[in-house]
């Protein structure tokens, strides 16, 4: 009876978005078990919506962790190298002091 809302898939998903903002409620009106349909439509939606949301707040969570982590690598890297110097170092004031 909805040909121009439900004609194919692309119509479809369009008319149900736009029922989830309340556009088109007189499909609802006119066909009691149509509701059905639209529920588990909003809640499909909603939890890909939430999917999307965790799924950047998480890759940002896991971003910023890598970079604390490199900069604690480079942190003990220059330390490493610091006390590897001054073992030379000391290596070399044993060597003279017992010439």
Request: no cysteine; net charge negative; proline share 1%.
């Amino acid at each position: 009876d909805f040909p121009n809302y439900f004609g194919d898939l692309k119509l479809s998903f369009f008319s149900l978005f736009g029922l989830s903002s309340i556009n088109s409620a007189e499909v609802i009106e006119r066909f009691s078990w149509s509701w059905i349909y639209f529920v588990s439509y909003n809640f499909f939606e909603a939890s890909i919506i939430m999917n999307v949301i965790v799924g950047v707040i998480v890759d940002a969570v896991n971003d910023s962790r890598n970079e604390i982590s490199k900069e604690d690598n480079e942190k003990e890297n220059i330390s490493l190298e610091e006390l590897s110097k001054q073992l030379e170092e000391i290596k070399e004031i044993l060597k003279s002091k017992k010439v």
